[in-house]
Antibody
């Protein structure tokens, strides 16, 4: 059974940093694209970042470029999102999602999400 | 960026009804279109990919159609568990974008 479990969310002050993790199990992690998608309270879904199987390609939404870094550790079956210079508008539930082997953003599996709140 | 526009934004229907939700892309995306269902406090659930392919385990009451710029999600014989918010998503190009969502409510 595919499982994705996010952790690392919490309350952080504007300008601060946070590192989210996503522990994957039930599939060959190194064979799939992985993604982060977020949802601000009461709002719609917003794609954040993608990373290729070997980490050689990374893509970001413009609003996080230069502040967020997606990474993965295939030996640990884990996906990460390093978030720096956080802003109030980054407050959201952050989901990790599994892409496909050949479609980076076709997501059949999602984690339960971790809440990030940016506030003073 | 490709803008995805769903209509309606909200919809009231009764148990047993058949409903359709439309999604329009601001430029052609072939069939790189997915549909998700989301219930309050829960992660999105994949329903449809490649515009019309049913995700494994999803009941056949859900169906998708369309290609290019215009897409439809149809839900037949609505049951109480189907009342949720539905999103379309294009994955033809970066940035990946979603529609604003359609809230399906019980009449």
């Amino acid at each position: 059974e595919v499982q994705l479990v996010e952790s690392g969310g919490g309350l952080v002050q504007p300008g601060g940093s946070l590192r989210l993790s996503c522990a994957a199990s039930g599939f060959t992690f190194s064979s799939y694209w992985m993604s982060w998608v977020r949802q601000a309270p009461g709002k719609g879904l917003e794609w954040v970042a993608n990373i290729k199987q070997d980490g050689s390609e990374k893509y970001y939404v413009d609003s996080v470029k230069g502040r967020f870094t997606i990474s993965r550790d295939n030996a640990k079956n884990s996906l990460y999102l390093q978030m720096n210079s956080l802003r109030a508008e980054d407050s959201a539930v952050y989901y990790c999602a599994r892409g496909e082997t050949d479609y980076s953003s076709r997501w059949a599996y999602w984690g339960q999400g971790t809440l990030v709140t940016v506030s003073s | 960026d490709i803008q995805m526009t769903q209509s309606p934004s909200s919809l009231s229907a009764s148990v047993g009804d058949r409903v359709t939700i439309t999604c329009r892309a601001s430029q052609g995306i072939s069939n790189y279109l997915a549909w998700f269902q989301q219930k309050p406090g829960k992660a999105p659930k994949s329903l449809i990919y490649a515009a019309s392919s049913l995700q494994s385990g999803v009941p056949s009451k859900f169906s998708g159609s369309g290609s290019g710029t215009d897409f439809i999600l149809t839900i037949s014989s609505l049951q109480p568990e189907d009342f949720a918010t539905y999103y379309c998503q294009q994955y033809q190009s970066y940035p990946v974008t979603f529609g604003q969502g359609t809230r399906l409510e019980i009449k």
